[in-house]
């Protein structure tokens, strides 16, 4: 999961540092976009845990991850959070 951390903070670094951070905060069908993927995401999380409960199924004490899967997922958690571009934005030159 940390690897797709990585990638997304790395992603969202590169594209400050060429300008395009600055160009997505100022279009606001870019934030928009951001939100709304942000929003799926949350969507199918939520869904995700409706369902095991309602078919009485507990989570698990300890999460576990495929070596595939996991850094996908911290990936997509990190890249549809629209904070890390508004925290990289203002700290950039």
Aim: charged share 10%; net charge positive.
């Amino acid at each position: 999961m940390a690897l797709g951390v990585a990638a997304a903070t790395f992603m969202w670094s590169s594209l400050t540092v060429m300008g395009l951070g600055a160009i997505l905060a100022s279009v606001v069908w870019a934030q928009a976009a951001i939100r709304l993927g942000a929003g799926i995401y949350l969507l199918w999380l939520g869904l995700g845990m409706i369902r095991s409960s309602l078919f009485g199924q507990t989570a698990p004490a300890r999460i576990s991850l495929s070596r595939k899967s996991a850094p996908a997922k911290g990936f997509i958690a990190s890249a549809t959070n629209p904070k890390a571009l508004a925290f990289l934005v203002a700290h950039s030159p």
